[in-house]
């Protein structure tokens, strides 16, 4: 068991407990590279005067050194804990060269004080302040950053957690938290010229001909129909490990930043995903993870094992290691170019077992919005293609791959077959198809065939030709406009399905219907009326947009009364997931669960799915809503939500 | 059979509960299901309910409430009694929770716990029909902040999200040619600056020969515009220098994206003399690994006359064939070799040959490919 890693990472966190103080000077308490974890008493920055000063900084990841922007010149930002009930005034002071701003993210707030340039304030300009000041009237787990130009991706981001006024329901005996980011050495703006300049510029996780000759990725015929389509299915994520290094608190995977419990504690991770551009699937091999909160929303509990959190998402997560052994925590990116790993352990310098990155997944036919399999006979046609061959043999990873270790790595090896066998005995090819396709696709079938939206469906051919990529007619609404590539002919409710790459891990992933409110939602009015809204882009021309027009393009905003319920249907046109938020809100996802459905401030629409929502406008001003991914907000999918009061205008 | 079923299922539910209950029963065929515990019977009358709710609105939430059981039970892991099921698995699934337990082991069912929440109420209504309001004509933050600051904010925001210029500069051939006689050089690059849809457009290629200067080079400035997902018009200007009159010509054309990702171009070009002249070309990037790339090119040039001064004669005027294979170091910095093949056509072809000069030459080429 003891290994020689073992023993070097013991040394090497003596050697960090010895110089730790001086080395990470820049982190904040929380974020040491061991950290006991909090305990309500821990000195952080609360109370009601607080005061937050942005300036440029350097950070060390992995030993190296990096350009960041920090607040308190820490990254992450300091935590900002609150209590439920108080008022808090955020003197917020903005030593950048360039305007800077903080957005309270899921906070319920005034909209002057909501932090969003151009929409709720000037923002704060170089060398001056800005004076937040609100009631804190929520309790749950959140955070904070900039909104303004790419400064989120620098650094510019931090915690919050809000402590209830009365007792948790949760209980805890120790608390972490777990601040998910991604992290280049390139500049923002040269990784967004970049994407715009020269499409799938960051995955080195490509088909390729050698791919195609070792029986990888997809047959040769389905290459060429994606390539007909000029459609590329390895295109998981824009930005990728091949440039990012993915962090935990600011700690690198070599980092190895480590949470400590004493076996037998109930140990609750607030897990907040304040990356610019990952999607990442954050599981504890070996301990079932009981999910208590998303998005700062108490929720019944649900124990899963593995569950993918999209960017700006939170979850509250509730383990109990029993033995005293370290625990490995991956947070891998959606396209398994590299994790963020960190550590739960009884005592400083242990390092768990680290698995080996999976397969990277390929798009589908679903993920364009053409459900094959609701087409008799069609089943599975285009889900098996690429799947379960394998990956591509070149296909790179960054340096957190080489973290596997010993156990693992044997495992890793020989992935495929392992995956392959246990997919044949225990996991039953058919049944997964079914559940997937024959009742989803059912489902979509006898909801939607009975309000005519299917009317151009061909039933009896199915053949292709009905099922147009880029068919206008399939969603009138949106703009004729280069920047819109595909328009999903038939896009599906996919909140019952775990989220892209995770339909086949063989463990239970959480997926958005298994999450109820505790509580009895506040409005469980029905909505007066319903919106389409969809989000449109051009993965060739990285043009990104809501209903084909770009914020840039757009001066409109999209228009509710105060106090009116309306029910918001997000159709995802892209082969991407987005991870849609708005401002000033929460909303109620439309899962089956009536009054007590999950209340969030940002959802991922997976791609070529939808996702429906109900919410009320009771927040009066103007809200930023948009995709939370960075680089597709910069690029255009952001609108502004305006509420008014009745006849106000 | 699917879509079949699930109307039909609907429409019994619609009747009475019990028949779809026991319709279920026997679908499922489930051996030893115990009777549903009081909790279900509430479940079972809300799914009849929400199957009767009219659909007119959305589809979402019937789907969503018709369909959250079966969900439930097909997440936790592939069950093989999920296979093929009809959609009746929904209103089935309150008699499951036998199976809900081995399941999720130790936690609460997300969904049994449900039962208070499980009424015809909150987001298990329809949505109505109201009118949306009109959109307001004021900007809300103007009531709080001087209007000129938060007019310089917005215009800020806007152009920061979507509305940015942005430019590159690509040589896609950079090369030195070995072939008989004097070895000689050869580049073909492009730039542009601008937004997603209007943009400037610089395009130069030439060619020459150690010590003997350019042969022919051509430099475009062009006007692009996006006309669909994956094409730009362009038009403009291109002159041409090197050996012989240095003719001047209004181009247009499109490039982009064609199925089968092949980057193609094709532009006319009319010069000052009033001759015609075409030019078609493309290339494939076939990845042979991730950074090692075979790029395939053609370029066929045509001509509407003969235009003696520069060696052209009407119709085909030539074919230009390459393969390079190049190693990425990174994207933007890619050394290559390769091969290339140069035949002229047609009445130039004559031209040359009267002229004594080759039809064809074979070259072989090392260069390198970058990107700014």
Redesign the interface.
Known sequence: MISALDRRQFLRGAALAGGGAALSAWLPAWAQTISPGMRPTLPTVSGEDITLTIARQSMTIDGRKFRAIGVNGTVPAPLIRLREGQRVRLNVINQLEEDSSIHWHGLILPANMDGVPGVSFPGIKPGSNYLYQFSVVQSGTYWYHSHSGLQEQEGHYGPIIIDPAGADPVAYDREHVIVLADHSALSPQAIFRRLKVNPGHFNFQRQTLAGLLSGKDQPLKDRLDWGQMRMDPADISDVTGSTYTYLVNGHGPMDNWTALFTPGERVRLRVINASAMTTFNVRIPGLPLSIVQADGQNVMPVTVDEFQIGVAETYDVVVSPGDDKAYTLVGEAIDRSGMARATLAPRAGMAGEVPPLRKRPLADMKDMGMDMSSMPGMEGMDMSGGAMRGVDPTAEKNASARLATGAAAAVATMDHSAMAGMDHSGMDHSAMSGVDHGSMAGMDHGAMGADGQMAGMDHGGHAMGSMKMRDFSNAPQVKRDPSVQTISPMPVDRTGEPGQGLADVGHKVLVYRDLMALDRNPDVRAPSRSIDIHLTGNMERFMWSFDGEKMSDHHEPIPFIEGERVRVNLINDTMMGHPIHIHGHFFELVTGHGDHAPRKHTVIVQPGGKVTWDFTADAVGDWAFHCHLLYHMHAGMMRVVSVRPKGDA | ???I???LV?AIALLSAAPAFAQDHSMHGMPGMAPPGEVAPAQEK?KDKAAARP??????????????????Q??????????????P??PAMPEMPGMDHS??????M??M??M??????????????????????????DR???GG??A?????????????N???VLLNLFEYQAHSGRDGYRWDGEGFYGG??NRLWLKSEGEGEFGRGIDSAEVQVLYSR?????FNLQGGIRQDFGRGPDRTYATIGVEG?A???FEVEGALFLSTKGDVLGRVEGYYD??????LILQPRAEVNFAAQDIPENDIGSGLVNIELGARLRYEFS?QFAPYIGVSYLRKAGDTARLSRLAGEDVHATSFVAGVRF?F
Request: glycine share 10%.
């Open positions: 059979m699917t879509r079923l699930t109307p609907s809300k659909r007119a609105q959305t589809p979402a939430p019937d789907a969503t409430s018709a369909m959250d059981h079966s969900q439930h097909a997440s936790p892991a592939p069950q093989g009694d999920a296979a093929g099921q009809p959609q698995a929904s399941q999720h082991g130790q936690t609460t997300p969904g716990p449900a208070p929440g499980m009424q015809m109420t909150g987001t298990a209504l329809p949505a109505g029909n109201a009118p949306p309001p009109p959109p307001p004509s004021d900007h809300f933050a709080d902040f001087p600051e938060m310089r904010s917005r215009d800020i925001m806007m152009k920061d999200s979507g509305g940015n942005f430019g590159q997603d849809i996006a006309i669909d997902p994956y994206l199925p089968g990702m076939q990845r042979i690994t991730q950074r994207r990107w």
